[in-house]
């Protein structure tokens, strides 16, 4: 049974109300208030847009004058007769190409409006993102999200150039015809048309509308066969590691397989579609040339009026034969939209207090003074946590798995506000300031390193984007990496693959603290920086890790209670509450919690050994 989304519930219940609303967040992007260049392009746009259907609906006059020329009936104003067959040949031909030009001007003057549009929509949404909350990130598909954002900038793309540039000025242009058509014949014309249109218009909408409904399951299987292959791709090692690419390739097939199967329905569904509309087009045209051809027969009309109502009968049936395919479109478009629009709909979970202020570090001491948290409300993580860590001092974290060691660096960070108490920074309390200012003080050296799929260099400048190259060196050298990325036959310039995947942990790991160094922030949070490495590359990156330490004051949450045995207090963590506290001899001579996990990772090493 298929699972039913949000947009599925959007398509069932209507979507005009949701279209007006996306319609109305799209509005301010073509007419800002402070920006009147882009008014000025809209207005232009609009004109030549005017100028191109009135030249399209005096073109047939042209056609019908050079035909009554030849044939010798009576052509009227007299002006035409002087311009002859060849002459008036020559203007229709002219009227097209003006038709045309003027399209095309509309096109030109209105790119860099729509082009504008969709920049700032897209830097609008991708901004957004990145405030939301770690939260947030944790429980989102990646790939779906990648899609959401793509589909949804496209969608705006589409909506600007068909509905501002092709459904209204097909709208003028079918009000313009059946206006000719009733001022030049008679009245039994334009109610054939009214009712040929109607019918074609009701027709497309109703099959469109079942048609939406297949492509958002079409845009489902699409989504999940995208957001399987990306997190295949991304476990790649892991794959290899179980031998489970046939596993992998059978999940997406089937994903592909519900893709297959809607994609199908709509293939069959624009058959259906075609045919109906070719057949209300096709009995329109043939009801309103049989009145032509009577006229002609009984001296009513002319031969030249016979083809003029052929001529404006193709040239409105031909951009109604894409009526079907642009409304879905815009429909989809309209839903495609209203995901992206929910997306940036979505609160961020911390923001800035109003008035703000900088962060200020005049040693660093930090102070988590009563903290309580808990990522649900049901389930606290921390209770009642009191902990200071002096300027210059390194304080480390131990315990248990889940006793809330690294929910103390997030709350640090402030990826999460606390649930109670408060956590200060020299006496601010980190909801007070800014997070820019709070996140340029703290330097982070995570488990594992996440690089960007650029160079070294890149990687590491990204401390500090602004550091000149010898101080990216020097920062490289201080964690102990510029002789191996001078080994490099590329050096600096070697690129690290998809999250770093081309160099080592440990390698990985001083790409890390290098950057960190490069950053230069007064607090460190070293969040089991070295628990993921093997011991003599942990070893190695220890005296690294201790050096950077120097002069700042250090948070340390770590795995491996022999890296934090000289720290200048320890701080036992325990189901969400402190049970221990004292340098790495004090809390041994206690013989408590510490001495026994000491006890235990001794016995595991030796073991091990």
Known sequence: MRRTTVTDARLAKGASGEGLRVIRR?????????QAWVKWRVVAALLALL????????????YKAAVDTMSGDAVDPAWYLAMGAVGLTVAYGGARLMNVGFQQLRDVIFARVGQRALRMLALETFTHIHRLSLRYHITRKTGGLSRIIERGVKG???????????????????????????????????????????????????????????????????????????DSLLNFE???YFGAEAREAGRYDQAMRGYEVAALKTSYSLAFLNFGQSLLITSGLVGVMVLAALGVQDGTLTVGDFVMVNAYMIQITMPLNFLGTVYREIRQSLVDMGEMFE?????AEVTDRPGAAKLKVDGGEVVFDNVSFGYEAARPILNGVSLSVGAGQTVAIVGPSGSGKSTIGRLLFRFYDVSGGALRIDGQDVRDVTQDSLHAQIGVVPQDTVLFNDTVYYNIAYGRPEATRSEVEAAAKAASIHDFIASLPDGYETRVGERGLKLSGGEKQRVGIARTLLKNPPILLLDEATSALDTETEREIQSELKAMGEGRTVLTIA?????????DRIVVLEKGEIVETGTHDELLAKNGRYASLWQRQAAEEEDAA
């Open 156 to 230: 705006v793309d589409f909506l600007l150039r068909f509905l501002l540039l092709s459904m209204g000025p097909l709208m003028l242009e079918l009000l313009l015809v059946a206006g000719v058509l009733f001022y030049l014949f008679d009245i039994r014309y334009l109610v054939v048309v009214v009712v040929t249109i109607s019918l074609y218009v009701w027709f497309t909408f109703a099959v469109t509308e079942w048609r939406v409904k297949i492509r958002k399951q079409m845009n489902d299987q699409d989504t999940d066969a995208n957001q399987k292959a990306i």
């Open 238 to 240: 892991t794959v290899k």
């Open 559 to 567: 795995h491996r209670l022999s890296t934090i045995a000289d720290a």
């Open 343 to 347: 997306l940036l709909g979505q609160p």
């Open 26 to 34: 799209v509005v301010p992007y073509l007419w800002p208030a402070d």
């Open 51 to 62: 100028m191109a259907k009135f030249v399209a609906v005096m073109t047939p006059f042209f």
